[in-house]
């Protein structure tokens, strides 16, 4: 269930850089925008960097509260699931990112924050 201005709603847009434990780092956006453009080509890309590719995003669309790039991160976790690349191993991709500092402690972090949006995803699901 989309909503029209808000893809993450419940959440306020405004509490968007509070959802995730990281954030990007320079480098981190830099390896982004790579996985991001490789993605756009419809390059080959690894599971781990399919795995990357979604965490880098929904970590960039968040931070900037950029409500187009959330909803573009949505179509690609939809697409690459379409495709059969579905999220596995997806700690040990995060451990990568952690340990190369392309991700870094997010000071805004909010625990708890991100499951209100998917228990609202799960109830209007079910309520289908």
């Not at 709603?9 to 995730?20: A, H, S, T, V, W």
């Not at 690894?46 to 790039?69: G, I, P, S, W």
Request: glycine content about 2%.
């Amino acid at each position: 269930m989309r909503h029209p201005k808000n893809p993450l709603y419940p959440i306020e847009i405004n509490d968007y850089p509070k959802l995730f434990d990281f954030v990007l780092s320079v480098d981190g956006l830099v390896y982004f925008k790579t996985l991001k453009r490789n993605y756009i080509l419809n390059k080959e890309m690894t599971l781990d960097e399919c795995n990357k590719l979604r965490l880098l995003y929904v970590y960039y669309a968040t931070a900037n509260r950029n409500t187009q790039e959330v909803y573009a991160w949505q179509d690609i976790c939809i697409t690459l699931d379409d495709k059969g690349i579905f999220e596995k191993d997806m700690y040990q991709s995060k451990e990568d990112l952690k340990n190369k500092l392309l991700v870094i402690k997010n000071p805004q972090y909010q625990s708890g924050l991100y499951r209100k949006y998917v228990e609202y995803v799960k109830e209007n699901m079910e309520s289908k």
